[in-house]
């Protein structure tokens, strides 16, 4: 957002060349130092610096981890390590927290009361929460690697899904690479036709003119005459009508550009930029299986020290140690235990609820955290009718429909039999709509939006599965939101150590929501609470 | 239009996407692994609609509330929405891990909702909250 604020500030006021050279000077810098200092492990993109390295020893200590997730996990994998003593409560039956896949036979019971059972076929799947692994994840790309977690691509962009708006082309979908390539060939032929009309001459000096007109040809698939035109060049990108091939009908045919206003008003342009930050830029991953393999990776490693089925009651320090009051979900039995310390995961929206005795700043900074609301629906169909029918193989759909996109499975390409497709990945006012329907009312409506874009899916529907986060009875919620004012009132009081007792999640992260801001966070926590049991001697 | 003109007009529009796309993440500075647009208010204008599209999503549509991990309060037969203001400050700032519902909802949904709570559900409260005691509270 800065950036974006930033850059037009300066289109604005005009830049002069010699801004221009020290811009490009700056950043070709910057890459270049982050080149040389990558592999040395110090300019990763998230904080992650590498496996750390608790030396020192434990001095006899226990530590009692809240949460079986993936904070919890690596908490208890890196302490356990460093020698201390771990005993870590989790809530479910389950560990693992929204690293977490559903698949057929799995259950999933919401508040309220509503059971689903997944009817999937065998190895179909959906993410209910986090579902792709950036590059920039060292983190967690870290622990799927060291844990045997196997990664394969996800299809993030892809340039044969649709771009859909139900106020353009009469709600027609539109291939991605048709309206990429015409809103790029739009904008450079605009351009270019400025530099030569010397509308820029004050900012752009003529030999720069001149390298600007080859790069927007370049980008734009520009005609000689800098025209984005009818041809080979922008049927290239945009599709033909007729694709080349061999023989007696081997003849190409391209296709007939939109015209700029059709491209402007549309206004698909919009998602064009969703696929260019950090988070969602090639190459991205999932896991083999989906994401509940990260679960099953960290179980592996520590799930011996793992107590399911325990909801947190109270949770009391004193200046000796840290106990924690437990009820048993499945006897009711009440149950307590101690440590020397607590690294608490519980999301923050749980966590305001239970009895504990901090100072007031981590106290009014645990209620400060809302929860966002999101929506996820899997859909299985009898066949996979995107890849048979449409050529999509992977990707996503993005629509102003409620459902927000459509994401089809990165996984089990050409496959004969049944597939499932993410069918709705709301945010917003929509997901606590969709929240208060019941599961078969939020999968009747993710269908009846669905086939405004895939009218397949009126005959080849088989089942689906809903979460609302706000009825995900363990988290209340999706992920943490934080705003300016929030950071700045209580972020660092939220992960200052009270006494014998610090918080770790992605809620105590600047990556909220993605499974590399509660790694990141576990470890500086677990970090400063090693330091503090050396420096108590 | 020159092209200065131009410029500015999609500086502009990126700034105002960029707007759109914050408020869509609901505040959030960095945005998650979420998803994108999606409407961000609510279509309701009755408190009984907004009630069922919005608050039911936690409080239930019998407004039983429910028992996890942690809890989502009944808002059904509730002592504490015996001073109208307290659910206006709730449902305008939120509560906890709940979220405001300031930016998704106008004064007078804001005043429809806690009237139809607090008139329902076995909440008998005669007093009637407006828009302007809403706004007020923004």
Partial sequence: MDDTADFSHDSNSGMTKRQLLSMIGKSAGGTAMLMAMAPLGQAQASTFKGPISLEGGARGKKVLVLGGGVAGMVSALELSRAGYAVEVLEYNDRVGGRAWTLKGGDTFTELGGATQTCEFAPGNYINPGPWRIPTEHGGLIHYCQQLGVGLEPFQQQNYNAYLHSTAAFGGVPQRYKTIQADYYGHVSELLAKAVRQNALADTVSAEDGEILLESLRSWGALDRNMRYVKSDASASRRGWDKGPGGGLTAVPIPSEPLDAHTVLQSGLWRNIGGHLSNEHQHAIFQPVGGMGQIAAGFERAVGHMIRRNSKVTEIRQSDSGVTVNFVDTKSGERLSTSADYCVCTIPLSVLAQIPLNVGPTLASAITAVPYRPSVKIGLEFKRRFWEQDESIYGGITSTDLPISQISYPSYGYGSQGPGVLLGAYTGGAISYELTAQSPAERVRRAVEWGAEIHPQYRSEFMNGISVGWHRVPWTLGCFGMWNEQTRATHYQNLCQMDGRFMIAGEHASYIGGWIEGAITSALDAVGRLHQRVQQAG | ?138
């Avoid at chain 2, 039911?56 to 504490?80: E, K, T």
């Fill in chain 2, 1 to 138: 239009m020159n092209i200065k003109q131009s410029i500015a007009l999609l500086a502009a529009s990126v700034t105002l996407a960029g707007a759109l796309a914050a408020t869509a993440t609901a505040q959030s500075a960095v945005s998650g692994d979420a998803a994108s647009a999606a409407p961000t208010a609510v279509a309701a204008d009755t408190g009984e609609a907004t009630y069922q599209n919005l608050c039911a999503a936690c409080h239930m549509p019998d407004a039983m509330g429910a028992a996890g991990a942690g809890n989502y309060p009944a808002l059904a037969s509730n002592p504490r929405l015996i001073a109208k203001g307290y659910p206006l400050y709730v449902v305008l700032k939120g509560k906890n891990g709940m979220p405001p519902m300031a930016d998704m909802l106008d004064d007078q949904q804001v005043a429809d909702v806690v009237n139809y709570v607090r008139t329902h559900f076995g909440n008998a409260y005669a007093d009637q909250a407006t828009a302007t005691e809403a706004a007020q509270l923004r």
